[in-house]
């Protein structure tokens, strides 16, 4: 009977699925408790690495190369950082609690994040990286990397990380970089006049371009004349100049682009597309609309205000001939080949002396003949103190020590501020006030057009490349990725002029974007930052 009873109850089955519930419960109610711990986490590393690719993206928008970056970049940080909640819970945090991303460049135990400024980054993303990338000074910086610290999420499970621990740690990371773009700015590039000749090294290449932005920002630049001169050459030098790709093709559309300033595309630094082949004929005569001289395809355009002339064009122009004449091509009055005659015009940036690079000529210092310019140009009048220009206006870089005379920019900024300077009269006749009339500008009045919202026509754009290193890597054949040093506003001291079968042009260099740059040219750049890390 004993037996039979036993043998009924343990061939019943009744209530089975009661038991294997209860069973199971307590796996089913962990593995719940676990997903939810997991989802828990990767919304933390969400978040947290949301915030990190924020602050990388916004420090590295400020690494430019100037003094001041990196002072600008930790501030753009704080910024972003202390006004962003982040939740998912924290240290000793429980389910549906918040952190507070914090930084402050100068208390790291109060920060939730690490920040590093970096020169260089590994090839490879499996590489770490290394004490000896990071950047000693803000000119350096080119990469932001923003780690977070360890934040402990209260787990409601605590299994997967031991009986004895209830946390898991989360983390994040993020390295920007900082990329520079120029829209609206005359497709030329310009050898860096600093690059050694024949170069072919990487380390010649980054010691050009330290040469170039140390030279300008302790003003061994300013007031220096710079003849640069086009070349067919396969192998292009210091000295040099050539010029970039724009919307379309050919010599004509180049032109137009150089006379407007609107070639149409942004140019990045790190990846520009130059323009082959030699351009010779219109390409003069595109920049020269800048000083009202209109021939070749543009002998129509002067009633266009596209190429109206700048308010101050003078240049040592011959004013024999009529109207026709005087507005048609650069006829400059000449003393044997030298363009200018103290007897009758010079131009700006007269007089300077002037020794070769290896496509072209620099002058050995500010030393063009400031004094004999005033004297033709503003005949009896007292040629005003270096001070006084310069109180007007002043490009001139260093924040300490002066110049012995004032650069033809400033001088060219004093005239323009003073209208009697601009109708004054050379012995030859000519002034400084665009003519009018017959071949000569008769498009808008030029007053329609002010210098902060339409720019100086006067003034060029251009890329700076070490042609010699990009050459010997294969970049200046066309449709290749070139990487230009810096970009530079300049001043045209006087009309480009041909020589032969070669065009030069005259120039100064009035700011550079990167260390030692006067900020000027933030209105033409398009300053980005990309995430690589």
Same mark, same amino acid.
């Given at each position: 009977?004993?037996?039979?009873a ?17 069973i ?15 989802g828990?986490t990767?919304n ?5 690495q949301?915030?990190?690719d924020?602050?990388?993206l ?12 990196i002072t600008r ?6 910024a972003?950082?202390?006004s ?9 945090? !429980?389910?549906g609690?918040?952190i507070?991303?914090?930084y ?9 994040v ?6 260089e980054?590994?090839a ?33 499970? $605590?299994l $997967? ?10 983390s ?11 829209c609206d700015?005359?497709?030329i590039?310009?050898?860096? $006049? ?5 170069n ?9 371009a ?11 630049l ?22 970039l ?5 050919g ?8 006379a407007t300033?609107? $070639?149409?595309v ?8 130059t ?19 209109y ?15 700048a ?11 009529g109207?026709?004449k ?5 006829n ?30 620099v ?5 063009w ?10 005949p ?8 006084t220009i ?10 300490t ?8 920019y ?18 030859n006749?000519?002034t400084g ?17 002010? !210098? ?11 890329a700076i ?6 050459n010997?890597?294969g ?15 300049m001043f ?5 002029i041909?020589?032969g ?11 550079i ?7 000027t ?8 930052a990309?995430?690589?890390?």
């Open positions: 009977m004993l037996r039979k036993i043998k009924s109850f343990w061939d019943d089955s009744h209530g089975y699925v009661i038991a294997l519930t209860l199971s419960m307590p796996l089913l109610l962990g593995f719940s408790l676990l997903v939810i711990d997991v828990r990767g933390l590393h969400t978040d947290l949301s915030a990190v924020a602050m990388a916004a420090g590295a928008r400020e690494l430019d190369g100037r003094d001041d970056a970049a930790d501030a753009a940080i704080e972003l950082a202390n962003a909640a982040f939740g998912s819970g924290g240290a000793g945090m !429980s389910l609690s918040y507070t991303v914090a402050d460049a100068d208390n790291d135990a109060a920060s939730t690490t920040v590093t400024y970096l020169k980054i590994p490879s993303d499996d590489d770490p990286i290394t004490g000896a990338m990071v950047a000693a000074t803000a000119s350096e910086a080119s990469y932001a990397r923003v780690v977070a610290k360890d934040q402990a999420m209260t787990t409601i499970f $605590p $997967p990380v031991g009986f004895n621990r209830d946390t898991i740690n989360v994040a990371e993020a390295v920007a970089v900082y990329r520079a773009s120029a700015v005359t497709p590039y310009v050898c860096n $006049p600093f690059e050694p000749p024949g072919t090294s990487a380390a010649a290449n980054e010691q050009a330290e040469a170039l932005h140390t030279n300008f920002a302790t003003g061994n300013y007031g220096r004349q710079i003849e640069l001169h086009s070349t067919s050459s396969s192998a292009p030098g210091p000295g040099n100049f050539g010029f790709a724009t919307y379309g093709n010599a004509n559309v180049l032109a137009e682009a150089l300033g609107s $070639p149409g942004c140019y990045k630094q790190h990846a520009l597309e323009k082959t082949g030699a351009m010779a004929g219109p390409v003069e005569a595109g920049l020269n609309t800048r000083f009202g001289f021939s070749g395809s543009f002998g129509k355009a002067h009633d266009d205000g596209r190429y109206r002339p308010r101050n064009v003078r240049s040592a122009q011959a004013q024999t001939g109207a026709n005087i507005c048609g091509e650069y400059p009055v000449m003393a044997g080949s030298t363009v200018g005659d103290v007897s009758q015009a010079v131009p700006l940036g007269y007089g300077a002396s002037m020794t070769a690079l290896a496509g072209g000529k002058s050995s210092g500010n030393d003949q400031y004094g004999n310019y005033w004297n033709v140009a503003h009896g009048m007292a040629t005003p103190l270096v001070s310069l109180s007007n206006h002043s490009s001139y870089p260093s924040p020590g002066s110049p012995s005379q004032p650069s033809a400033d001088v060219y900024r004093y005239e323009l501020n003073n209208s009697t300077l601009i109708n004054h009269a050379s012995a006749g000519e006030a665009p003519l009018t009339g017959g071949q000569c500008y008769s498009g808008p009045d030029l007053s329609n057009y002010t !210098s902060g919202d339409y720019g100086d026509r006067r003034e060029i754009f251009a490349v070490n042609c010699g290193y990009e010997a890597v970049h200046l054949n066309g449709h290749k990725e070139t990487q230009a040093v810096a970009f530079a506003r045209l001291t006087k009309p480009a041909q020589d079968s070669e065009r030069y042009l005259s120039l100064e260099m009035i700011d974007t990167g260390k030692g740059g006067r900020g040219l933030d209105e033409f750049l398009r300053e980005e990309e995430l690589v890390r």
